[in-house]
């Protein structure tokens, strides 16, 4: 099993970002899907999940409306759209294989996200 992030970088409060999850050695769309992240000095935070079996989501309500996850079935990809960006959501961002609650049994290395002028 392997999950590799990219699509991280710098931005400007109010920017957008699109981070992508490359899923191998299973299928995305069998298991629910989350993204996590961690602050600077931070511990583990969920940020959204897509159920497997359909479209469903759930998103922290720190981010809900901002947030937008998404999944390709053909890529076996997962995706996290972010907008209106703000400077609390600098963290390195991970995608994982888990509900909201967790365990998140396979994690990526993450792909770091920073939000500042």
């Known amino acids: 099993v392997q999950l590799v992030e990219s699509g991280g970088g710098l931005v400007q409060p109010g920017g957008s970002l699109r981070l992508s999850c490359a899923a191998s050695?299973?299928?995305?769309?069998?298991?629910?899907m989350s993204w996590i992240r961690q602050g600077p000095g931070k511990g583990l935070e969920w940020v959204s999940t897509?159920?497997?079996?359909?479209?469903?989501?759930a998103y922290d309500d720190t981010v809900k409306g901002r947030f937008t996850i998404s999944r390709d079935d053909t890529n076996n990809t997962v995706s996290l759209q972010m907008n209106s960006l703000k400077s609390e959501d600098t963290a390195l961002y991970y995608c994982?294989?888990?509900?909201?609650?967790?365990?998140?049994?396979?994690r990526g290395q993450g792909t770091q996200v920073t939000v500042s002028s």
């Open positions: 994982a294989r888990g509900p909201s609650s967790g365990p998140w049994v396979d």
């Open positions: 897509i159920y497997p079996l359909g479209l469903a989501s």
């Open positions: 050695g299973f299928i995305v769309s069998n298991s629910p």
